[in-house]
């Protein structure tokens, strides 16, 4: 079993940043496949990116691609979303998760959900 708590959110005007942090206990969050996902009102939940179990490899949708970066610190047994150039379509409840896999490419990889974060921008 494992827990996920995401801290962080709040808000920003465009073209600022925001870190989510997501603390997992339970278990080492290097043996999961790590994932962010967004969902703003009406729509489905996306995924933002994730971060493969082991090697730790990160991929992006290309909505976010070099301004949103995902880390992992294995010793504070925390995922990272460091988000950059926020723009107002960014603005969505975010999810961590965690799946048993090695690759979460959708919700149908998750095993694991955290409470979610709001993140609001400003126009």
């Known amino acids: 079993q494992v827990q996920l708590l995401e801290s962080g959110g709040g808000l920003v005007q465009a073209g600022g940043s925001l870190r989510l942090s997501c603390a997992a206990s339970?278990?080492?969050?290097?043996?999961?496949?790590m994932g962010w996902f967004r969902q703003a009102p009406g729509q489905e939940r996306e995924l933002v990116g994730g971060?493969?179990?082991?090697?730790?490899?990160?991929y992006y949708d290309d909505s976010v691609k070099r301004r949103f970066t995902i880390s992992r610190d294995n010793t504070k047994n925390t995922v990272y979303l460091q988000m950059n150039n926020l723009q107002p379509e960014d603005t969505a409840v975010y999810y961590c998760?965690?799946?048993?896999?090695?690759?979460?490419?959708?919700?149908?990889?998750?095993?694991?959900w955290g409470q979610g974060a709001q993140v609001t921008v400003s126009s």
């Open positions: 998760a965690a799946g048993r896999g090695w690759l979460i490419t959708s919700t149908h990889d998750i095993d694991y």
């Open positions: 971060i493969t179990s082991k090697e730790g490899s990160t």
């Open positions: 339970g278990r080492a969050v290097s043996g999961y496949a």
